[in-house]
């Protein structure tokens, strides 16, 4: 199906010189003179190779129609996820690679989302906010009161996260996957 380049969104599946491609992120460029163009970072579905095109807004692209399909996380290693459909209860493998930056937020029995073509997995989709525990938080700075004030913490999983200053070491929070943010407070 053509679409308008800047259409492309994160997550869609694109063919692009021959092979298909799945958007990783996408920027629009207005320069001062000129027309606006779209950047965008991909990867390739079956070798797993980074790359970024641009295109015009008004280019058209190749979007491929994709089947969404709910998978269980059952377990898995460093480069292989082992994955159980939903509804035939069959086991099925797939990259890591596949997850890209949001890897770290992958955990036990996770229901994903799996963007399927021909049946090959070409993307996957954790939910939107994971809950997950504060290790370590950097200690309130007296005086500093500032409404927009953040301070570092590491969750978990490893991953660096920017907090309000109220929150310490012990609790948990909501973070979203797409971008690893603090959302709130875990209830």
Do not use: C
């Not at 290693?77 to 890591?96: G, K, P």
């Not at 007296?142 to 310490?168: C, D, H, W």
């Amino acid at each position: 199906m053509k679409q308008n380049a800047n259409l492309i969104r994160p997550g869609q599946v694109i063919e692009y010189e021959g092979q298909r491609w799945s958007v990783l992120k996408i920027q629009l460029i207005t320069p001062g003179k000129g027309g606006a163009f779209i950047a965008v970072d991909m990867r390739n579905v079956k070798t797993g190779n980074k790359t970024n095109a641009r295109w015009r807004t008004a280019d058209t692209v190749e979007r491929l129609m994709t089947e969404e399909k709910e998978f269980q996380y059952l377990y898995g290693d460093d480069d292989i996820l082992t994955l159980m459909d939903q509804e035939s209860f069959e086991q099925t493998t797939i990259a890591r690679s596949l997850l890209g930056e949001a890897a770290p937020f992958l955990q036990e029995n996770m229901v994903l989302t799996v963007d399927l073509i021909e049946g090959e997995p070409v993307a996957v989709h954790l939910p939107a906010t994971v809950t997950l525990a504060i290790v370590e938080a950097d200690p309130v700075v007296k005086g500093q009161t500032a409404s927009s004030s953040y301070k570092p913490a590491r969750l978990a999983n490893g991953v660096k996260v920017m907090v309000p200053p109220f929150i310490e070491a012990g609790e948990r929070i909501v973070v979203r996957t797409e971008d690893a943010t603090y959302v709130e407070r875990a209830k």
